[in-house]
């Protein structure tokens, strides 16, 4: 299994930007994925998730980025996004991806993507 996560930077508060995480040495399609942070200092969370393209797509997502974030996924490029909209400082933290709808299935984390809401 690898996670390679993209699309971090150094954004203005308010600002947007898209997460990418790109997968493979798995079946994407079966898997739900999700969106974790880790702010310095504080543990890892759960920022958003979304199930498989089956019955209907159920995603879903933290207070804190609830109405922010859209959780969005392509099962033909075995990638799945974030768009990360109105950013506040408190979004600062390293994201990162994984398999799983209520908690990380896969052991091993990718070097995750930083933002840095800033000024």
């Known amino acids: 299994v690898q996670l390679v996560e993209s699309g971090g930077g150094l954004v203005q508060p308010g600002g947007s930007l898209r997460l990418s995480c790109a997968a493979s040495?798995?079946?994407?399609?079966?898997?739900?994925m999700s969106w974790y942070r880790q702010a310095r200092g504080k543990e890892r969370e759960l920022v958003a998730a979304?199930?498989?393209?089956?019955?209907?797509?159920?995603?879903k997502y933290s207070d804190a980025v609830k109405c922010r974030f859209t959780i969005s996924r392509d099962d033909a490029m075995n990638t799945v996004y974030l768009q990360m909209n109105s950013l506040e400082p408190e979004d600062t933290a390293v994201y990162y991806c994984?398999?799983?709808?209520?908690?990380?299935?896969?052991?091993?984390w990718g070097q995750g993507t930083q933002v840095v809401v800033s000024t």
């Open positions: 994984n398999t799983g709808y209520s908690g990380p299935l896969n052991q091993a």
């Open positions: 040495g798995f079946t994407f399609s079966v898997f739900a």
């Open positions: 979304i199930s498989t393209t089956g019955a209907g797509t159920h995603t």
